[in-house]
């Protein structure tokens, strides 16, 4: 299970920032008509930030419903993960699968843990002119980038890691407007503001 909400901000040019690299390559792929009626979709996930890449499987289940799921701010889903190796594309492919879309994350992600175990990722989006062109990408949206922030949790204790990740929120609100993913809040321009009260809210600041 996870916690997440999103945002976006304009990119203008961070530094001095103390962070992880982000640079994936993920492949959407979507069930073929021999496996069955009703349709599946699973990511797989390339990390080329890292000398040798290692591939992760990953599948988003549906959103916690009801009138609890409206009353929070928090998106609450299913997420699987797992570890793979590097024919996994192939193995799908032989399963019936087909690539619907890929594209190539690129930017930092940090984490830290203030109520639960909170992961930021400031990401842009690239698509790729050619199959798997992962050297030649173009921008999808030039000068903003995406921000999600996500946290594990169970079904035995998401009522506090929702509370963790929305009083991170309401933290970062005069700087980054966050909502579930699918609801819009806008673009905030103070990219460098934002970055450096996400950093230090990480770095021992009290929330």
Not at 66 to 87: D, K, P
Not at 178 to 205: E, Q, R
Request: aromatic share 6%.
């Amino acid at each position: 299970m996870e916690c997440v909400v999103q945002g976006i901000i304009e990119n203008k040019g961070l530094s001095g920032v103390p962070k992880e690299r982000v640079r994936v390559h993920e492949l959407c792929l979507k069930s073929g008509p021999n496996l069955g009626v009703v349709p599946s979709e699973v990511r797989l996930l390339c990390d080329l930030a890292q000398a040798t890449p290692s591939w992760t499987i990953r599948h988003v289940g549906g959103a916690m419903r009801g009138a609890g799921a409206e009353q929070i701010s928090v998106l609450v889903r299913t997420v699987v993960e797992s570890r793979a190796s590097n024919n996994v594309l192939h193995y799908f492919y032989t399963l019936g699968y087909k690539l619907d879309h890929e594209i190539l994350k690129i930017g930092f992600a940090f984490r830290f843990h203030r109520g639960a175990l909170i992961t930021v990722t400031v990401t842009s989006a690239n698509k790729m002119p050619r199959l798997h062109a992962t050297d030649e990408t173009v921008r999808v949206t030039p000068g903003i980038q995406l921000v999600e922030i996500t946290a594990p949790a169970a079904a035995d204790n998401y009522n506090d890691v929702v509370s963790a990740v929305t009083a991170f929120c309401e933290y970062l609100a005069p700087l980054l407007q966050l909502s579930k993913p699918g609801h819009s809040t806008g673009i905030v321009a103070t990219a460098d503001a934002a970055a450096a009260s996400l950093m230090s809210s990480g770095g021992g600041k009290t929330l």
